[in-house]
């Protein structure tokens, strides 16, 4: 499966950018799929991640309240809805395939990457 990431830009704090992740090559649709950042200097962290059917979500401390994850299967596509956003929320953005039964926050449960969707929230 190849995952395209986009929609990053750069915006001013409080506003507000939708990533989305598109699956191509297989169907995603029974895959937990989930989002990662790594911010200059740090290693790449879990933000949000989704079930196959999209009954259960996860978020990070960080982006709970402010970040809702969404998927359309039918699309094979993933979505960020990012809002309120803060210059801590400058990244890269990666989304993935969860492949294994491990956490859903962990980096190690995740085979497919996409290659990243830079976000950059100014002051």
């Known amino acids: 499966v190849q995952l395209q990431a986009s929609g990053g830009g750069e915006v001013q704090a409080g506003d507000s950018l939708r990533l989305s992740c598109a699956a191509s090559?297989?169907?995603?649709?029974?895959?937990?799929m989930g989002w990662f950042r790594r911010a200059p200097g740090k290693e790449r962290d879990f933000v949000s991640a989704?079930?196959?059917?999209?009954?259960?979500?996860y978020y990070s401390d960080s982006v709970k309240g402010r970040f809702t994850i969404s998927r359309d299967n039918t699309k094979n596509t993933v979505y960020l809805q990012m809002n309120s956003l803060k210059p801590e929320d400058t990244a890269v953005y990666y989304c993935?395939?969860?492949?294994?039964?491990?956490?859903?926050?962990?980096?190690?449960?995740?085979?497919?990457w996409g290659q990243g969707t830079q976000v950059t929230v100014s002051s």
């Open positions: 993935a395939r969860r492949s294994s039964t491990g956490s859903h926050t962990y980096e190690a449960s995740y085979d497919s």
């Open positions: 090559g297989r169907t995603v649709s029974s895959y937990s």
């Open positions: 989704i079930t196959s059917g999209g009954a259960g979500t």
